[in-house]
């Protein structure tokens, strides 16, 4: 609609995929409120570097506010001279292995924080709340490719069952209030400005720094790695199309106004292919600590994105082939190494 101001509420806004995402909307000329609690679960100086580059191209059209959205008071004291439409929530507390050592994290954050937000998206009538749950639902789920329509009722983390969790708490929120809402499976994320606790972060500093890696799994496991461009693409599109409120039944198998994707690039590749391509970048060869899987952990993903490709038009076209050697540019030149 010419002249019509779009104004989106951007949750989790200065991690890895809030930010990118923000960072596509201001591009596009929309209106980008954010919040975050720039928490400390990795290193809060990546983050802040992250908001500056949002803050540089966004200028006017971008606002800030940091706040913890699990403490609902102060939530709706940051959002109450806020405007937006629409809501991307994207802060979590992410990370399966961590939730083994602290799992509040993920009562506080993905419960409590989930909650909040579905309340402001009721009580403020967004048109649409596009939240992020994660591959990890699937559990030890054994036949491949990950349908939207499997059963995923027996999770192998705690991270997993939070994730789980919000999307029956999304399910209630549409059928009782009619809110819009699209909630996406994200598959194993990476790409420049990414999180410093994820296997490609970790493997790329080591390697540069001539220490060796440690490979769970014996390296026998396969992802389904998403660039990060791919990710924001589904997200954006997802956005600019919140479900129709129609009775019909919606992927995932709802009939209020809700749906459920997986958004991955639908390929499982093989670890030791993801390290062969940091070696490749890095020039360096890697020093290889094999070790058994880790509790929590999930042997194989893969994604079929046969729903959001059939709705959306979804296709993600950037190959590890490709994108490894991007995040390792960004890595390097980030921490001039
Ligand atoms: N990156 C992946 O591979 C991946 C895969 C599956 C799902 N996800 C999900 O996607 C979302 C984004 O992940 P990411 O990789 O960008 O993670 P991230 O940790 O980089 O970003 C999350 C942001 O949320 C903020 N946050 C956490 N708790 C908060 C709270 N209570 N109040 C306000 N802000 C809070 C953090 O400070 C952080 O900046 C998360 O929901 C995550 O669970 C990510």
New binding site residues.
Partial sequence: MEGYIVKILV????????STVALRLLMRGDHVVG?????D??DPQL?RDRLARIAEAGGDRFAFEQ????HHEALDAALADKAFDRIVH?????GVRYSIENPRAYL???LA?HLNMLEVARHRGAEHMVY?????VYGGNDTLPFRVEDRVDQPLSL?AAT?KADELMSETYAHLYRLPQTGL??????GPW??PD?AMWLFTKAILEGRPIQVFGEGDMRRDF?YIDDIVSGIVACLDNPPPDDGEQKAGGSVSPHRLYNIGNSRSENLSEMIALIEQACEREADKELLPMQPGDVRDTFADISAIERDLGFAPTTTIAEGVPRFVDWYRDYHGV
């Fill in positions: 949750t989790g806004v200065a991690g890895f995929i809030g919040i975050d609690s720039i928490n679960y990795y983050k706040v913890d959205f699990a994207l802060g979590a507390q992410a506080h954050a993905n924080g992020a749950s994660s591959s990890s991270y994730k499976r994200f598959f194993t994320v990476y990414g999180r994820m998403t």
